[in-house]
């Protein structure tokens, strides 16, 4: 009998750690055009290198404080103090593709977005995001877009 609340008070205790170390993952964008990524989640540690892209979209994959661990499009990581974020408004393109006037295939198509473009989100609805890109505003597919959580 005692053998099993062992291991009834291990399994609980070890489930309230694990969901309170999760952070939720979620997309923030950069909110200066120069940031800059550390190695851990204070000011003392080391710039692991410098973003130069506002509205940039990054996934918040942890945090600590005043920090948020963040992963880029090409797996790269590293820690940003939360004065440097927004909220997400921007997605970044993974292929080529073309931009619609309405959101459907079938609609006039406005202008070819190259894979890696940076798009600003106006709006999201039944798999389509509208989006602007430079001189055009369109809607575009949300599985050809990083940056959302669908």
Request: overall charge positive; aromatic content about 10%; glycine content about 4%.
């Given at each position: 009998?005692q053998?099993?609340?062992?291991?009834?008070?291990t399994?609980f205790y070890?489930?309230?750690l694990?969901?309170?170390?999760?952070?939720?993952?979620?997309f923030?964008?950069?909110?200066?055009s120069?940031?800059?990524?550390?190695?851990?989640?204070?000011?003392d540690?080391?710039i692991?290198y410098v973003?130069?892209r506002?509205?940039?979209p990054?996934?918040?994959?942890?945090?600590?404080?005043?920090?948020?661990r963040?992963?880029?499009?090409?797996?790269?990581?590293?820690?940003i103090?939360i004065?440097?974020?927004?909220k997400?408004n921007?997605?970044?393109?993974?292929?080529?593709?073309?931009?619609?006037?309405?959101?459907?295939?079938?609609?006039?198509?406005?202008?070819?977005?190259?894979?890696?473009?940076?798009?600003?989100?106006?709006?999201?609805?039944?798999?389509?995001?509208?989006?602007?890109?430079?001189n055009?505003?369109?809607?575009?597919k949300?599985?050809?877009?990083?940056?959302?959580?669908n």
């Open positions: 009998m053998l099993i609340q062992k291991i009834i008070y399994l070890l489930t309230i694990t969901t309170s170390s999760v952070a939720e993952e979620t923030v964008s950069l909110k200066k120069k940031v800059n990524v550390r190695y851990g989640p204070s000011f540690s080391d692991k973003y130069k506002i509205n940039l990054l996934k918040q994959i942890d945090k600590k404080d005043n920090f948020r963040i992963i880029d499009l090409k797996n790269n990581s590293g820690w103090h004065s440097q974020l927004k997400n921007a997605v970044i393109t993974t292929k080529d593709k073309i931009l619609f006037k309405k959101p459907s295939s079938y609609a006039k198509p406005i202008a070819q977005i190259k894979k890696g473009r940076l798009l600003i989100v106006d709006k999201c609805e039944n798999n389509w995001c509208k989006i602007k890109s430079d055009h505003k369109g809607w575009v949300t599985i050809y877009i990083w940056g959302l959580i």
